[in-house]
């Protein structure tokens, strides 16, 4: 069974970093494509990133316009982790984040549709 969890989560004030991580079991993580969703309050669920395979050893990386320029994706595929280093953080990016995980190879795939989620963590941004 498929299994993600996230942590890094926290409450900081506007201008500040802060790292999120997520932590896959169960599958063949270096295959996937790796996301992070976001859902704020009172909003819909939103794509914020992702790193997606592409039958090889080379991974492409997608933004939101939002977020763009502020936070970077990475993955560590032997330890089985996805990160989002979220940089210059302003108030607007409070939400709850979500990991998210499909397998990888569809190139056609729309960026909003993953197949696994983790239960989520909370990041607070202060004026």
């Known amino acids: 069974q498929v299994q993600l969890v996230e942590s890094g989560g926290g409450l900081v004030q506007a201008g500040d970093s802060l790292s999120l991580s997520c932590t896959a079991s169960?599958?063949?993580?270096?295959?996937?494509?790796m996301g992070w969703f976001r859902q704020g309050p009172g909003k819909e669920r939103e794509f914020v990133a992702a790193?997606?395979?592409?039958?090889?050893?080379?991974?492409?990386?997608h933004f939101a316009d939002s977020v763009k320029g502020r936070f970077t994706i990475s993955r560590d595929n032997p330890k089985n982790t996805v990160s989002l280093q979220m940089n210059n953080l302003r108030p607007d990016d409070t939400a709850v984040y979500y990991c998210a995980g499909r397998a990888g190879g569809n190139y056609h795939r729309p960026l909003t549709q993953f197949d696994y989620w983790g239960q989520g963590t909370q990041v607070t941004v202060s004026s």
């Open positions: 169960g599958r063949t993580f270096s295959r996937d494509d």
């Open positions: 790193i997606t395979w592409t039958g090889s050893n080379i991974y492409y990386r």
